[in-house]
């Protein structure tokens, strides 16, 4: 094979690669703010669960003290009843005192939902605080991960670097420039399989004598359609259709 040739398709593997790793460097921060996302969510469905806890307490709370209204005036309405006089008063006082029981009654009710619902409410207050410890340890690991891919990645890319250095030092320049042109050109891919008479990027049918010429691989020949440099892989097993 023509060594600029054997050469390029070696680069083209170390420039995808390194896309590739470019790529996914470039996504850290997406990745990193999808974390902490997951973990806001944890804390959102933490904090509304405490709340709705503490309105039922708060909501329990003034219902109470409502009770303790109604029983004051109660007690009072007994104490008076004991010193009744008349008929017409003691009817009276038996009113109030039938109304004020029914009052606190109302209100104990109240207060026995309220406890109920609380109990759930707990229970959801409880399974929040774990749900959000364990996306917590779950993002951390995450996170951990992320770093080392990313450290990973960065030694990848240092060491296609000085591979490319090696490769390229000691290609025909012209070849290497116009590697590199139609690279920028064409999305980074600046090379192309020739195979069963086409060229495997841009599936435009090749002249056959141009075919002929790529499957010796002796020279650098361009696509007439995409202009990426073709190449022709003896080894490659056609796919089955
Ligand atoms: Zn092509």
Redesign the pocket.
Known sequence: MNSDLEKLIGLQHLDSAASDAHKKLADEPERMKALDARVDAARHAQAAAKERLAANQAARREIEKDVAVHQGRLSKFREQAMAVKTNQEYHAIQHEIAFAQSEIKKREDQILELMLAADELTAAAKKSDAALAAEQKAVDADRHRLAQDMTALKADLERIAGERASVIAGMTPQVLSTFELIAKRRGGVAI?EARDGM?T??H?RLRPQVFNNVRKNDQIIQ?D??Q?ILYFSPLTVAPIP
């Open positions: 192309a060229c990027v841009c435009v696509c359609s995409c990426r």
